[in-house]
């Protein structure tokens, strides 16, 4: 993309895109640490991953002031305003998975404290797995300003609601089979909703990055209709 | 921090890619982006030539304006949307080197027909311009002088009520009801301006056309035409030329970008300002290139 003529303008986009890229780092931190966390019921990690959010919730106010700046100051258009609006709600996502990245230490720590379930832990480190790949994907997308990436983290929300709906019959028949592990398998089973709320906000993210790049509002659209879209655009 | 993180993105090489400028690519010989062409015209432009001597101001550009729409024409200093205005009610006839081939119709009769009189046609397409320029005569007057001279009135009264009427539309009416007969030039600037467009709706004009009608005003003065002119599309059709960009996205319905004599893209409003289908329009109007 050409410079704008105010080079400050540039820079000021510029910060914008390196700031999200660094709130985006630390939350993927703490997402692959809480699910380490409870993989290994490794509380000193669980508690780390708690200490962050202070750091989270300051970038998210940061981003968002400089956003308000920058429509306010400069009335961007175009793709320079896509670009601040798109980052607004992406910031807003990120904060989220923050959240829940401190929902699964907090479960990692009850059971650190109550004793491991009986299973579930298989199904967290799968998910687990697929959900990082796709925060990580997600991010790189933004980075490149990649729709076609971007696209493929929609696709794989699919695969990961996919599993979840799976690991929760596998994890009903642990509460049949031993009613006396209901709670500490409902620990598992908040995580791995947790773990899907990510996958969920990592799908709205790349629908943000598509909105960015493209120009098209893709929200509430299947992922069929979003590669239509984009296959006209 | 992983060594796959987000920090490290900030270095990454490819990261500066996204919708490419590509000048050549989106070559100025192509044909208009949007749709230039409408079955609710007031006015048609159809491969409008504009020279100044030697020098080819205008492209061949084709353009309808709908019938009760406000369409904006922006772009950057020098890339014909005056003159493209101006050709609009024959204001170019008066300037002595400038000539102009293709067809303008109103209401499918072409304004540069041999048998066009211009002075009924610039009742019906009257114009606006920047700076306000009221005559040296008192409000009263500057409002009702084009209806007399046009015979459109044959008693006081009607004029009366012509001019009132007029004062109202422009929002101008409550300001100088008390002050008829003081001087127009004794208002203030966004004042006369009010009273230069009550002076083009006296006569009952088909299209308003406005150049940058504020560029001389404060942004109260501004925010006061602007209100009015999305009143006055109600019964008018408007085409305005300028060079505030957030102005066109909040009076027009349509855009229409200029560049080097060319209309480079037509659409409406709204996907202008937030998804331009043109290269060049995107780079205008995110502030590219000068």
């Known amino acids: ?233 | 921090m992983s060594s796959n993180s987000g920090y490290n993105r900030l270095f990454d090489p490819m990261q500066e890619t996204g919708r490419p400028l590509d000048f050549a690519q989106h070559g100025l010989g192509n044909k208009t982006v949007g749709n230039s062409f409408s079955d609710k015209a007031k006015m048609s432009v159809r491969n409008l030539n504009v020279y100044y001597d030697d020098k080819q101001a205008i492209h061949d550009v084709s353009l309808d304006i709908n019938r009760n729409e406000v369409m904006a024409m922006i772009g950057p200093s020098g890339c014909g949307k005056s003159t493209f205005l101006r050709c609009l009610n024959r204001m170019n006839d008066t300037i002595d080197n400038c000539k102009v081939e293709g067809e303008v119709t109103l209401d499918e009769h072409n304004i540069y027909d041999r048998k066009q009189d211009v002075v009924p046609l610039r009742a019906r397409v009257g114009i606006v311009f920047q700076k306000p320029n009221p005559f040296p005569k008192s409000i009263y007057e500057n409002v009702a002088y084009g209806p007399r001279v046009h015979g459109l009135v044959s008693r006081r009264a009607q004029l009366d009520e012509i001019v009132e009427d007029s004062l109202r539309r422009a929002s101008l009416w409550d300001e100088v009801k008390d002050r008829l007969f003081s001087s127009g030039t004794g208002l203030s600037g966004g004042q006369q301006q009010r009273l230069c467009i009550a002076r083009t709706i006296a006569v009952n004009p088909e299209v308003i056309l406005m150049d940058e009608p504020c560029s001389a005003l404060d942004p109260i003065a501004t925010a006061r035409i602007e209100e009015l002119m999305a009143d006055l599309s109600q019964n008018f059709t408007i085409a305005i030329v300028t060079h505030s960009m957030q102005q066109a996205a909040r009076v027009s319905n349509r855009t229409a970008y200029f560049h080097m004599g060319r209309l480079i893209e037509v659409n409406d409003t709204r996907r202008v300002f937030t998804n331009p289908e043109h290269a060049l329009t995107e780079a205008y109007i995110t502030g590219r290139f000068g």
């Open chain 1, 1 to 233: 993309m050409e410079r704008h003529i105010s080079q400050r303008f540039d820079s000021d986009l510029e910060a914008l895109k390196s700031q999200v890229l660094e709130m985006g780092g630390v939350v993927e931190q703490q997402i692959i640490d809480s699910v380490k966390a409870i993989e290994s019921v490794d509380r000193t990690l669980a508690e780390h991953v708690l200490s962050v959010e202070d750091d989270v919730d300051r970038r998210e106010v940061l981003l968002d002031e400089n956003c308000t700046m920058i429509l306010a100051c400069r009335q961007p258009a175009a793709s320079d305003l896509r670009m601040v609006l798109s980052v607004t709600k992406m910031t807003r996502d990120l904060e989220r998975m923050g959240d829940e990245a401190q929902k699964i230490a907090q479960m990692a720590i009850a059971l650190s404290d109550d004793g491991a379930a009986p299973g579930g832990y298989e199904s967290i480190r799968h998910m687990g797995a697929l959900v990082q790949k796709m925060v990580n994907s997600v991010l790189d997308a933004f980075a490149r300003f990649d729709a076609d990436k971007a696209l493929d983290v929609a696709r794989a929300d699919t695969q990961v609601d996919r599993e979840y709906q799976s690991a929760m019959r596998e994890i009903v028949t642990y509460m049949m089979e031993d009613p006396r592990s209901i709670g500490r398998v409902m620990n598992i089973i908040w995580a791995l909703r947790s773990i899907e709320r990510i996958g969920d906000h990592a799908r709205n993210i790349a629908e943000h990055i598509i909105y960015l790049v493209k120009g098209l509002d893709v929200r509430h659209t299947s992922v069929h209709e979003i590669e239509m879209r984009l296959n006209k655009s």
